[in-house]
Each structure stands twice: as C-alpha cells, then as structure tokens.
C-alpha cells in the first residue's frame, strides 16, 4: 500500500493521545515508539466478523482509520476461528508500562503475531534487544518481512514459545501475548534473576488475568494486575491442527429448578468467583457459556454454563432485582457450586484481582490471596 509518510505520522501521533486520553498514561519513550511505529504496514489487512464469517479488509481508507485506532484487529483466522490478532494498542502500552522496561533489556515476547508489540519494543530498546517468537511459521515471515519494512530487524523464531528462546536467554523481560494454564518453567529458567515476567494465566474461557511475576533466586513471584485483560491460547502447535470450537452437551434427564438472589452471572460480571471456581476444579477448563435473546427486545433473557460432565445450569434474566429462576441438570448442581463459590468469595472480603497473587517454583504452581502464605489454592494440573 502506498501511502505518504505525512498520512501515518499524524495519526500515529494522534493514537499515542487516544491513547493517554484512554486512561493509560505513556512515558515519554513510550510515546516516541507509538509515534515512530507505522501499524498499516504490519496489518496490512485485517478481518471483520460478519454473521458467522470473516471478512478480509484491506481498502486503505478503512485500514489506515482502523490501524490507528484504539481496535483490536483480528488478522489471521484458520478454519473460520481467529487465530493471531493485533490486540488494542491500549492493552499493549498498558503492559509495555507494567513491564518496565529500561534502556539495555533484553525482552523476549511470547506470539509474534503481527510484530506490532515487537516494532514498539525495537522502537524503544533497539532491536538487538528484542526478540519474539510465534507458533505459525507463516506469521513469522510476514512479519520478518514487514518489520524489516519499517526497519527494524528483531530476532524472530517461528517455534512454541512454550519453549521460550534457549539460545538467546538469559532475558531481563518476557512477555506474553498469548493465555497459559500454568507457567512453563522455561520462562522461569530463561529470565535473569529480579526479571520481570508478565504473562496472561487463564485456566478456562474468562478464568483468570494477567499476572506480574518477579524472578527470585528460587521462584517466579507476584500479583495479578488490577485491570482485566486476556489473550488467545497457547497452542503447541500452528492451528491448523485446532478443533473447531467445543459446546458442551447438557446431560439428558432430570431438570431441577430452584431460584437465586445472586445478581451477577459470574462468567461474564465476577470474574474471580468464576476463577476460584476453576481454581477448586468445581468448573473445568472446557465448560462452555452463553446467552439466549429475547428476540422482541433484542436483549439476553437467560445464561447458561455447562460443564464438560454435561452438567449444567440456566439463568433467567428477565427478572431484574427479584429473585432469578434456575434450572440446573446432569450429575451435579452447578448453580449450587457458583453460589458457594459466592460465598467463599465474601468470606475472603470480595478480593479483586490486586489481592490476588501467584507463586512458581519448580515444583508448584500456587494462587494466593494477600500474601503467598494467605488463603491458596494449588493450580490444576492443565488437562
Ligand atoms: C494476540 S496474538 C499476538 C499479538 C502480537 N503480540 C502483536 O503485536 O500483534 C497471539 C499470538 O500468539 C501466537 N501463539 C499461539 N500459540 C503460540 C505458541 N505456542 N508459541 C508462540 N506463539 C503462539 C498466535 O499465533 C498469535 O499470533
């Protein structure tokens, strides 16, 4: 795409104070990487959801107004389910603050993607300091080839970042921009004692947040941050090998009915019940949820959560501020569960995701709440 250097510039600059005017605050070097980082060339195309397919986008008027915007943009999708997307610049300049770099780090990112986060970090520190890996060899490539169109020449592997980058550690930095169920303890073994690690630890869809973690000399410790964000998974392998996206079967038989005066629906409002519920194993990783419309009103009139089991439960949400009716089926009373979950969660005086924090060692993984020898939880054992 031809476009003059005037065109992107300006709205480079203009992002870095959307930005700031959305809420995160840029340090001055930060603000230079934005402002010297042109978007358009990396996502030179980008798809949009229309019903259940992805349209490709790539007129230059809608791509240079939705590069530098505050978008997510979705820009790689396999068997019709997105598979790398360039995330808000918001959420990455947030991280890019929380991780804190200083001149002379060397910063490893886990999922390449489109080498935005990667252009910014080369932006910053210079590119013999950066160094990103991403699982599709194809993103790899064109985003070697893009990157080395902007100028920048970071060190880019297409490998599992599971894996980290062996032959380049040990790194003052890693990030991850994509959800783990655990830390892989390469990420632990290749960053440099005092380290900073900053990953997304997500046990289920919703379940979990982006974590903070400090390289001590035996263990990664840390608190989870006090804004919720989320990637897509880890894959250990590209995605053509994925299976198309699981709906739970609800268990035939027997449908029990009670009411609640729980207001939220903690999947999608109370998000560290919805955590705690998946910390105990009382949810798995593969429970599914949703909403049903009332097609009058063109809003939700019920949610639902089933679990791998075929155990599930279903919400109306048409009764507002008076007690809900629930319907729950299969082996076990799920809505039961998400109200002692609810409960638990009172008991600890509503912690929000600041009060929580994570310890790795070589042989544990452990959540705890207010100090690592507090109320905790072992993580699960990914499945
Ligand atoms: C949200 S995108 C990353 C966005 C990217 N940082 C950017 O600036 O555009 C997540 C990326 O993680 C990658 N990914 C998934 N599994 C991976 C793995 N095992 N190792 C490395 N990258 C992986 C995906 O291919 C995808 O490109």
Redesign the pocket.
């Known amino acids: 795409m031809t476009t003059t250097s005037e065109d992107w510039t300006a709205r480079a600059a203009a992002l870095a104070d959307d930005i700031e005017k959305a809420g995160v605050p840029l340090s001055a070097e930060w603000r230079a990487a934005v402002g010297a980082v042109p978007r358009h060339v990396?996502?030179p195309e980008f798809y949009e959801q229309q019903g259940n397919q992805w349209r490709k986008v790539s007129r230059r008027q809608q791509l240079l107004e939705a590069t530098y915007s505050l978008k997510t943009l979705v820009?790689?999708v396999t068997d019709g389910q997105p598979?790398?997307?360039?995330?808000t610049p918001t959420l990455?300049l947030r991280m890019l603050d929380w991780l804190d770099v200083h001149d002379g780090h060397d910063v490893l990112?886990?999922?390449?993607?489109?080498?935005?986060?990667?252009a910014l970090l080369s932006a910053r520190l210079g590119d013999a300091h950066v160094f990103?890996?991403?699982?599709?060899p194809e993103?790899v490539e064109l985003a070697r080839q893009r990157l080395a169109e902007t100028g920048y020449k970071p060190t880019l592997r297409a490998?599992?970042?599971?894996d980290g980058m062996p032959d380049h550690a040990p790194f003052d930095r890693i990030i991850a921009?994509?959800s783990v169920p655990h830390i892989p303890l390469t990420w632990f073994e290749q960053l440099r004692t005092y380290g900073l690690l900053l990953a997304d630890l997500k046990l289920g869809m919703n379940a979990g947040n982006l974590v903070l973690l400090r390289r001590l000399p035996d263990r990664l410790e840390g608190r989870f941050v006090n804004r919720w964000g989320s990637?897509?998974?880890?894959?250990?392998?590209?995605?053509a090998t994925l299976d198309p996206p699981a709906q739970q079967e609800r268990s035939a038989g027997e449908v029990r009915e009670r009411t609640t005066l729980i207001e939220g629906t903690p999947w999608f409002d109370d998000l560290v019940p919805w955590f705690m519920l998946h910390l105990d194993g009382t949810v798995q990783a593969g429970a599914t949820f949703g909403v049903t419309m009332d097609s009058t009103l063109g809003r939700p009139d019920g949610t639902h959560l089933v679990d791998v089991d075929g155990s599930w439960c279903e919400v109306d949400l048409r009764v507002d501020g008076k007690p809900r009716r629930v319907r729950q089926g299969g082996d076990r009373n799920l809505w039961d569960a998400v109200e002692n979950a609810y409960t638990a969660w009172a008991g600890l005086r509503h912690p929000g995701w600041e009060r929580l924090g994570l310890t790795v060692t070589a042989d544990h993984q452990t959540v705890w709440v207010d100090e690592p020898d507090g109320h905790r939880w072992p993580l699960p054992e990914p499945r």
């Open positions: 990396l996502v820009t790689h598979t790398s997307s360039s995330t990455m990112e886990i999922g390449t993607g489109t080498g935005y986060n990667a990103s890996v991403d699982v599709e993103l490998m599992n970042g599971a921009t994509c990637f897509m998974s880890l894959r250990p392998e590209p995605a």
